[in-house]
């Protein structure tokens, strides 16, 4: 029998201790889609970053995560959110076929111009019968924003969609496609779907656009000190009511049927 990793149930404040509102409530979502999964040890996450949303999910260290930014896999130890942290790409880790019984990337593929060789790689590494969960974009993601939906009710179709060319080139998104074409791609990777849904209703990530400007004193934190903020304590302290009032905006935003991201869970056969 397999060992399954545990999840902390609630995420909130200790995101908003942690990270920028605007990234604290997007993972929020994120983290409690996930809580209610299985993880079975081992567990690889793809494009782990500084570490921050294992740590905060999972109520023990996870046994990989693999990054090609060195800063972020340096601030990872510091958290101590991985029993081992490799500096790869995601299109060549490392490790023998079938080593991970459960693979996990939030957030990560559609920055990834080619994703193909990732996906493959990803199933070359899960074990028969093992899990892989993403998180994504979905088509309506660069919709749900203050200007997008200013132009639109103007009726200005073709300026809205030269700002959406522009918000996915600034946030380096490459790929952003429906619930259905999401799965397309993971069934031609190989991948049996266990399920798809999108998230983030329009409320949610309207209020994370809304909050992007509020963010930049972390944003140049985490540049130049590689972490968000200074204070946790003090800071969950302080935000403790927008903790409040955040999550009851974000009450049943893990499922919604024109969401703006989409949450993907595969099965390798076996």
């Not at 749900?144 to 200013?150: E, G, R």
């Amino acid at each position: 029998m397999h060992q399954t990793i545990q999840t902390n149930p609630d995420v909130v404040s200790d995101y908003i201790a942690m990270a920028p509102l605007a990234l604290a409530f997007e993972r929020v979502m994120e983290c409690r889609i996930l809580a209610g999964q299985p993880f079975e040890r081992p567990v690889l996450d793809i494009g782990c970053g500084e570490g921050l949303f294992a740590k905060i999910l999972f109520a023990e260290p996870l046994d990989t995560g693999i990054d090609p930014n060195p800063r972020e896999l340096a601030r990872a130890r510091e958290l101590g959110a991985y029993a081992e942290l490799i500096e790869c790409r995601g299109d060549a880790i490392p490790k023998a076929d079938g080593s991970y019984r459960t693979i996990l990337s939030n957030s990560v593929i559609e920055h990834i111009p080619d994703i193909q060789p990732v996906l493959r790689e990803m199933f070359r590494l899960l074990a028969p019968g093992g899990r892989l969960y993403l998180t994504v974009p979905s088509n309506h993601f660069d919709e749900y924003t203050w200007i997008s939906q200013f132009l639109s009710a103007l009726g200005l179709k073709e300026l809205r969609r030269r700002f959406g060319d522009f918000f996915n080139r600034f946030w380096a998104h490459y790929h952003y496609h429906t619930p259905e074409r999401w799965r397309e791609i993971a069934t031609t990777a190989g991948f049996e779907v266990v399920e798809v849904h999108s998230y983030g209703p329009r409320r949610a990530c309207m209020l994370n656009d809304l909050l992007v400007p509020f963010s930049i004193p972390e944003y140049l934190t985490k540049k130049y000190l590689n972490r968000w903020t200074l204070f946790p304590r003090l800071r969950r302290i302080i935000l403790a009511p927008l903790a409040f009032l955040g999550g009851l905006i974000l009450r049943g935003a893990e499922k919604s049927e024109t969401g703006g991201l989409v949450f993907l869970s595969l099965r390798k056969a076996g």
